[in-house]
């Protein structure tokens, strides 16, 4: 089976980003002109998913009316003859299917997935989560698809982390199966340094088979109090074996100020016609 289905959950508070976060949402901050929102729906449509699910909550409007049409604006736009500007607005509202649930309130990731459920209807999906963007030629969740559709199991995309961000992440332990493939043995949510099998940690890319669901449904309130996916997984790896993808691309951690400075730059020095006045503003910097 192919995977055409895609969950995105985008009902967090984004408190890493207050004050502005009060008022937008954290999937709506820009790299430059591009929120972080556009680039996960780019990647879940270059993957090859035609079907995407938001998860949202309050204060999430803006997404929706991102990826809605604006006739008053594209009537501007048309009036003014200004149709270059006219096809990029145009081609934002038609990129995909996309359809919205609420999550009632913040309860985990785990609950945020389970209200995709009847939606998801029986078929394999991918997760992506909207705090990162990955640049590769090859979409990081058209890597997860393609193990899926090699091995039939779910997969989740990982990479090596810094000692002092293990705490941060969902921590796996895992046999190697082929060049950056394990089969999973065991994952641990924010594990202590201590007591962290690995520093090989999940990150927000993930192919689910239907049956993750029912394992979720089972689990008990974890770290923080909340419905945690990692636990769900812990739980499908028992009674089917889950893959995890060392991923080939550049990740930038949206939710976090530092790397979202990182990619504003790095998208900026991409742009031919930012790229000089950009490099001589860093140079005056020194």
């Not at 979409?139 to 039939?152: A, E, H, N, S």
């Not at 594990?191 to 940690?201: K, M």
């Not at 109090?225 to 060392?246: C, F, M, P, W």
Request: charged share 30%; glycine share 8%.
């Amino acid at each position: 089976m192919d995977v055409k289905k895609a969950v995105i959950p985008v009902a967090g508070l984004g408190t890493r980003f207050l004050p502005v976060t009060k008022s937008m949402p954290k999937e709506m901050l820009p790299i430059i002109d591009t929120p972080v929102i556009h680039y996960v729906v780019q990647e879940a449509i270059e993957s090859g998913i035609d079907d995407i699910i938001f998860v949202t909550g309050r204060n999430k409007r803006a997404i929706e009316d991102y990826f809605d049409g604006c006739p008053e604006l594209e009537m501007h736009l048309q009036a003014r003859g200004k149709y270059d500007m006219l096809e990029m607005v145009q081609e934002i509202s038609s990129m995909v299917d996309i359809h919205y649930i609420r999550q009632k309130e913040p309860n985990g990731l785990g609950d945020a997935i389970m209200t995709a459920r009847k939606h998801v209807s029986g078929d394999p999906f991918a997760v992506l989560l909207g705090d990162d963007i990955i640049v590769n030629e090859k979409p990081c969740t058209r890597q997860l698809i393609d193990v899926f559709r090699k091995y039939g199991r779910s997969t989740i995309a990982v990479e090596e982390v810094p000692q002092d961000k293990v705490s941060s992440y969902g921590i796996i332990s895992g046999s190697p199966v082929d060049d950056h493939l394990y089969a999973l043995d065991d994952i641990v949510e924010k594990p202590s340094v201590r007591e962290a099998p690995s520093n090989i940690g999940a990150i927000g890319r993930y192919v689910f088979t239907p049956e993750i669901f029912d394992c979720i449904e089972q689990i008990s309130k974890g770290v923080d109090g909340e419905l945690q996916l990692t636990d769900g997984i812990r739980l499908l790896n028992d009674s089917q074996k889950v893959y995890a993808h060392q991923f080939t691309g550049q990740r930038y951690d949206s939710g976090n100020k530092v790397e979202y400075v990182k990619a504003v730059l790095d998208f900026a020095l991409k742009d031919e016609g930012m790229r000089d006045d950009i490099l001589g503003h860093l140079e005056k910097l020194g």
